[in-house]
């Protein structure tokens, strides 16, 4: 890969940063700086005690989330060009993102969902998942096309959190 990613340097980035916005491109190779992005990536997600955290929210423009629903390093799966294919009813519950701090707003996601992707040796699997775990991939799986969840919020919920989007805008220029 012709990506030079200074692992040790990553840092979850903030609305509205530009590398929230784009398209991620699919990761070619799963080699040894993937899977020394998706342990940084697994540490910073546990640090701010986060259950999923995707490659675009360190400022990587990859098609690469992980994902630890009770927020354990044990837990930690690594999801590399996944394919999510959602399922079942739709519900809305409350989202957090580690990209747009102090926001916790109601999101619209299928309830489960079904995804296909790579581990970090390069094998392909298959993973059916419900509730917050289904709600998850769907959260990251998002960020890889560049959506968040501020994209995601209805118009009251914007104008609810209007005064710290407001505050995360400043905070980058």
């Given at each position: 890969m012709d990506m030079d990613i200074d692992i040790d340097k990553l840092r979850i980035v903030h609305?509205?940063?530009?590398a929230l916005t784009q398209k991620a491109q699919p990761v070619e190779e799963v080699d040894d700086t993937i899977?020394?992005?998706v342990d940084r990536m697994i540490d910073l997600m546990i640090d701010d005690r986060g259950v999923g955290l995707a490659a675009p929210q360190v400022g990587v423009?990859?098609?690469?989330?992980?994902?630890?629903v009770d927020g354990t390093r044990e837990q930690a799966q690594a999801y590399i060009n996944p394919v999510i294919k959602p399922t079942g009813d739709?519900?809305?519950k409350e989202?957090?993102?580690?990209?747009?701090?102090?926001?916790?707003?109601?999101i619209r996601r299928y309830h489960?969902?079904?995804?296909?992707?790579?581990?970090?040796n390069g094998q392909k699997f298959v993973e059916k998942a419900e509730d917050l775990h289904a709600r998850a991939l769907q959260h990251e799986y998002d960020h890889l096309e560049g959506i968040t969840i501020v994209n995601r919020m209805g118009s009251a919920a914007k104008i609810?959190?209007?005064?710290?989007?407001?505050?995360?805008?400043?905070?980058?220029l």
């Open positions: 609305y509205p940063a530009k899977r020394a992005l423009s990859l098609r690469i989330f992980v994902i630890s739709i519900e809305v989202e957090g993102c580690l990209s747009v701090p102090g926001i916790y707003t109601k489960a969902c079904e995804v296909t992707a790579l581990n970090t609810a959190h209007r005064r710290q989007l407001k505050k995360l805008e400043t905070a980058i």
